[in-house]
């Protein structure tokens, strides 16, 4: 169901406006309450007792002696929870507390509930557990080669999770009738949000039965069914609040161990129970970027035009499932919304290591194709000595079409986005004329405003909004989205102050709390703006039609032409006659009783039926170009990169100064990406967190952090609220391959993996030095026992969007994620 | 314990082994102070003792006996807010708002230092504060903003900041 789209126009008084957001007094006054923020009286404190092996069976644990301990109320291992969870409803794989096998360093086996932390945390080392360990998998490549032990006893083979093998069009015959074929292999390091603020979770269980969680988390709507279903709770006896997060980033977005622990503990004691992440806690929940390692082979035409693309991926999948089904659809799906690829062939495999779970981390799953596709696209304009901004130029996906994998392009504004970045940075005066050492390196990239599918299958809205119009003339607007810092509480509010014509910060926000909002899916794949700001925009218009209609009586006009503005409600011809808003509020509260309205938004159908169709599917694509200016030191092979320029397609502004921090946040984010933050692993086996810490874990600093120039680019896309598309993603992609990019302008050597550190720097230059190929990365891609392909032709082949016969294999329990109709 | 907090005397009981993060949150229910590390790595739990920024989760408790210690609960003058929470709630500086009352007392206490800092000399000065949101460029658009204005200029955000270049 489409909402009714809203152009933004020079009159709107909030729309695009650079307001101060909701909360941001709350914000600077240090008022916010996060989880960890708030107690409640007779709390006990909760601690977790972590693996120290990478692979184990448990075979006994006492707890006798922690039971003991003075101030311990009670303990918890697997036994008590014996119902799996997970994110996705193909990979229910998880444990609260592991049953009877530990799968990383940090896998959580047993849980104290405590009158102090300390205690707690003492009770910890008086819990014995016996393990029995088990041969462990440190890498992608050593999954595939290692089909035993299997770290879990699903999955289409041995130690694989995931296979996926797609085809739209004949691939052999594009690469047949292209000019330059190029095959390259690039890697793309793990990585971890890092959000400043620690996991924290508070639950409280009454004795009428009900079940309060507050936690920091993106996704209160999946947290409410997974204590559901473990705990076995009625779920209208659940309420979850998800407190506003001191960062996300995606590592908030799974329903985790500590907080199903907490509820039990709670239900158990009758006590409020409150856990809060240790940082070292925090790396081993992660959910963070998957290492994956890349080939791309892509044909061209001398003009730059792709004639084929086949890609192939191989995710580090760690421990458990996660989003992971999802994350390699994703490595798959985005390469066609930029550049036209006619034909075009995906294999995705994630494996299970021995490692925290990887997940949704800003860009899930794009931004490492994106940066193997740039740099590659880099390496061909040189081949064929077209300047790289004038080849991605020429062949842009046009808007409003339909790509080779069934993904509907809507507004398009890659093309403006490039003349920004290429004019403002004097791409031309300085793309491989600044001397050794300096260079400069362009990149684009896309993203989804929401993913067209939710996790779980179901026909139902994405974003749900009430909106409660007060005889005070106040405005209260209900929705469960939940504010990780992106701004989406103010967004509602904004949207809701344009159409009723009020101040946005008379309006108030009530969000993500399961009693008293509406769903929402959740704060990930940058929906929030485009879904809960049509919800919103649905249920605001409802209102200020019927408050229309009574002032309409009143002022003795027609109702279309009642304006809203400014708190008043008035005759668009004469706009001295009217009434204040609050007014106009009380005479259709006479009329009609309590003023109340709703909105609801389900995005498009997608125009594709595969399985595997959707993955990818948006209503809206957002777009991004970045130029990176590099300074790289070839004695230490030290990157610095003094300026970025990106400019970003957002369709509209709700609020510009927000979307401006959003792209700044992300080129930040992309920059630590592209020269420092890496998951790496220590000891023998690989499989130990190279101490888990902020310090040890390097992340750009005042100090790294570049200048960014930012250009806005306006392409309003029909499918967002007054036009608007994604902004919080987006921006990430493109840096890292710019950087790449730009490390090639300077020094002419090619680093294919990130992060770019000085030692692969050096490598290369070595290399380079000795007259062997100036490069540093991987050179090959593991064979790989691929299911047959589903063939499903391009929409220009007369495909309709579904698999043609012959097509795919081994059949698989179908996802929610994965099934479009 | 007896110790000047935010301009007032305070005199609070707590264990020894307290520090001074713990004292501020959990015995006097300042939870505007946050932490993100416990261990001196982020700066997320930065006050000002004596005027001087510090690690609260560094410090003891104990140790802040006579001290004048500052707390983001202690920056607005009354119901008006600080020129620095101004700058930082104007121009978005805060996103998800966790680092930002360490990033206001570090910058309280650079402005107080030197009221004209240059861009590099903020940098300086935040850089043991760490932000994963903002990507720093709001918070020294803020800085700048309040430190003219702390001057007595009549200044505004530049358009280019909250729109972007033409």
Known sequence: ?????????????????????????????????????????????????????????????????????????????GQDLPIAFGILPVSQDEHALCPDTVRFVGDPVAAVAATSEETATAALDLIAVTYEPLAAIASAEQAVATPTPRIHDYGPAGNLHKLINLEFGDVDEGFAAADLIREDTLFFEGSTHLPMEQHAALAQYTADGKLT?????????????????????????????????????????????HEIVVAKLAMVTGRPVKVTLTREEVFYCHRGRHPTLMWVKTGVKKDGAITAMHFKSLLDGGGYGSYGVASTYYTGALQTVTYHVPRYKFQG????????????????????????????????????????????????????????????????????????VVAGSGWKQKFRRLPTGQGVGLACSSYLSGAGLPIYWNNMPHSGVQLKCDRSGGVTVFCGSTDIGQGSDSILAYIVAEVLGVDPFHIAVVTADTDLTPVDLGSYSSRVTLMSGNAALQAAERARDILARHAAKKLEIPDERVVFADGRVFDAQDPGRGVAFAAAVQLAE?????????????????????????????????????????????????????????????????????????????????????????????????????????????????????????????????????????????????????????????????????????????????????????????????????????????????????????GRGRSQATTGAERQH | MRFDLNGEPCDVTFAAHKTLLEVLREDLGLTGTKHGCELGECGTCTVLVDGTPVLSCLVLGLACEGRRVKTVEGMADGPRLHPLQDAFAELGAAQCGYCTPAFLLAAEALLAANPRPARDEIKQALAGNLCRCTGYIKIYEAVELAAARMRGEDAKPATESLYGHP
């Open chain 1, 349 to 420: 495999a994630r494996a299970f290591t021995n490692k925290p779970p990887c997940g949704p981390k800003r860009g899930h799953g794009t931004p490492q194709p994106r940066f193997a596709v740039e740099v590659q696209l880099d390496k061909i304009a040189e081949q064929l000595k077209i300047d790289p901004a004038e080849l991605r130029l020429r062949h842009l996906v046009p808007p409003n079409s339909v790509t080779a994998n069934y993904l509907r392009v809507g507004s398009m504004g890659l093309g403006a986005c490039i003349a920004k």
């Open chain 1, 590 to 806: 006479a009329a009609e009783g309590t003023i109340g309205t709703v909105g609801s938004y389900t995005p498009p159908r997608s125009p594709g039926s595969y399985r595997g169709a959707g993955v990818g599917p948006s209503p809206a694509y957002s777009y991004s170009a970045a130029v990176a200016h590099v300074e790289v030191d070839p004695e230490t092979g030290i990157v610095r990169v003094p300026t970025i320029w990106i400019a970003h397609d957002v369709g509209r502004s709700i609020n510009a100064a927000t979307v401006m921090g959003q792209v700044e946040g992300s080129v930040y984010m992309g920059l630590g990406e592209a020269l420092m933050e890496e998951m790496a692993y220590r000891g023998d086996l690989k499989v130990m967190h190279k101490i888990p810490s902020l310090l040890e874990y390097k992340s750009p600093t005042t100090l790294e952090m570049c200048d960014v120039v930012t250009y806005l680019i306006e392409d309003p896309d029909p499918n967002g609220p007054f036009g608007a598309k994604e902004v919080g993603q987006g921006p990430l992609l493109p840096v890292m391959p710019a950087v790449a990019n730009a490390v090639y302008d300077a020094v002419g050597v090619r680093v294919d993996e990130v992060p770019i550190t000085p030692e692969k720097v050096l490598k290369a230059l070595k290399r380079k030095a000795k007259g062997e190929e100036p490069r540093y990365g991987p050179t090959a891609f593991p064979e790989i026992d691929w299911p047959e392909p589903s063939r499903v032709p391009p929409p220009w082949e007369g495909g309709d969007g579904k698999e043609v016969e012959g």
């Open chain 1, 1 to 77: 169901m489409a909402t009714r789209k809203k152009k933004a126009t020079s009159e709107h008084r909030v729309i695009g406006k650079a307001l101060r957001k909701v909360d941001a007094v709350a914000k600077v006054t240090g008022a916010t309450k996060f989880a960890d923020d708030l107690a409640l009286p007779r709390m006990l404190y909760c601690k977790l007792l972590r693996s120290p092996h990478p692979h184990a069976r448990i075979t006994a644990i006492d707890t006798t002696k922690a039971r003991q301990l003075p101030g311990v109320k009670a303990v918890l291992t």
């Open chain 1, 213 to 257: 969680l507050w936690s920091s988390t993106q996704t209160p709507h999946y947290v409410h069914r997974a204590l559901a279903r473990v705990l076995e709770l009625p779920a209208a006896k659940i309420r979850v609040i998800a407190c506003p997060n001191g960062g996300g980033f995606g590592g908030k977005s799974d329903p985790f161990s």
